[in-house]
């Protein structure tokens, strides 16, 4: 079996920093999905400042996972956010759509694990 690879944004990286969050398992089954080498995580660091602001210590948190690998924000997804804005996307929820486009290191995309997929 492939790994799978799956973007979080800040509405999943709250719910595995939340331990009451009704969606905390859910969301830890993936983390220990990557843990064992079944699955490759990673959350923009975007998306995760800004679901800082609402949940303080969810960056750090999030950094101190071992297995959920931090994407940096950089021209490329600056680009994507410019354009992402226009249309009325979330500063919380730009770099996270942007990190699950199709890229050179990912060129079928990655999942895009959300609580709120209307976003």
């Known amino acids: 079996m492939a790994a799978i690879a799956v973007v ?4 999943t990286a709250g719910a595995l920093y939340d331990p009451k ?3 905390n398992e859910a969301v830890a089954a993936f983390y220990v999905q990557a843990s064992g080498g079944l ?3 990673s959350a923009p660091v975007l998306s995760l400042t800004a679901g800082d602001a609402e949940r303080p210590g969810l960056l750090g948190y999030i950094k101190g996972l071992r297995f959920i690998r ?3 924000f950089d021209t490329d997804a600056a680009v994507t956010a410019t354009e992402l804005l226009r249309f009325g996307h979330s500063w919380a ?3 996270a759509i ?3 486009r199709p890229s050179p290191a990912h060129p079928s995309g990655r999942f895009l694990l959300t609580l709120t997929p209307k976003a």
């Open 21 to 23: 969050d009704s969606f």
């Open 93 to 95: 929820a730009i770099h």
């Open 98 to 100: 942007h990190a699950a």
């Open 70 to 72: 931090i994407e940096a």
């Open 39 to 41: 699955g490759d995580l």
């Open 8 to 11: 979080l944004d800040h509405t």
